[in-house]
């Protein structure tokens, strides 16, 4: 049975980060700094391609992609949100970015774009907040764009959760709870990783960093050749 879940609520979320003056998803410019710092990291690493096209699976207001756009990539991001999708083309405009933004379901994307086309393929910290057995449709919809051999970057939040530092968090099963709804996974390190062997790709690097409440993990991997 599919686990009831409320996606299409992001759209409030983002209505209401705009109407208070942030930036986007993670609030403020610093945010969105810090964020970049990481990546240039991480791709200083040599795993991931320093161009081609690229895919942004829940690209919220488009800071990311559009920041992936101004570093030589051919962007497409892809959000279940109006607003969010709105703001990201009025963002890719203001900067003169040239940059494709795609309201849509990251679990329903038939025809949108070519199978085996991407050389990049992002979680926006999306992965997180897809429940139950959506995550494996999420994984599929990331291996059935990638190229043979494409890389995927995943950047989601993961266990353990310290007892009482999250509001509504279940442990039985691992996500946070809003008026009886399942919102975001906090899965196991170990485990996360095996969602995504599973899916068909190879993990090549894995890093975790935990703030007092929870862990994030990046993970860098690419689709197993066919």
């Known amino acids: 049975m599919k686990t009831k879940t409320n996606y299409a609520g992001h759209d409030t979320a983002y209505k209401r980060r705009r109407a208070e003056g942030k930036v986007g998803w ?10 970049e710092a990481g990546l240039i990291k991480l791709l200083g690493q040599g795993y991931a391609p320093c161009s081609g096209m690229f895919l942004e699976l829940g690209c919220g207001a488009g800071n990311i992609s559009i920041w992936f756009a101004q570093h030589g990539f051919e962007v497409t991001g892809v959000d279940i949100s109006e607003t969010a999708i709105l703001w990201a083309r009025e963002r890719a405009q203001s900067a003169g970015v040239k940059a494709q933004f795609m309201l849509g379901n990251v679990l329903e994307l038939n025809g949108v774009l070519s199978d085996a086309s991407i050389d990049f393929v992002l979680d926006g910290h999306c992965l997180h907040c897809i429940i139950g057995e959506d995550r494996k449709t999420f994984l599929q919809t990331a291996w059935r764009f990638a190229k043979s ?3 995927f970057l995943v950047d989601t939040m993961c266990g353990p959760v310290e007892s009482g530092s ?4 279940d442990p039985a099963s691992c996500c946070t709870m809003i008026q009886g709804l399942p ?22 690097d894995v890093s975790i960093e935990r703030n007092k409440s929870h862990g994030n993990m990046m993970i860098q991997a690419r689709m197993r050749p066919t």
């Open 26 to 35: 993670d609030e403020t410019p610093q945010a969105y700094a810090e964020r």
């Open 149 to 151: 051999g494409g890389f």
């Open 183 to 204: 919102t975001r996974y906090f899965g196991s390190p170990d485990q996360i990783q095996k969602e995504i062997c599973d899916a068909g790709f190879d993990v090549l």
């Open 166 to 169: 999250v509001d509504g968090y």
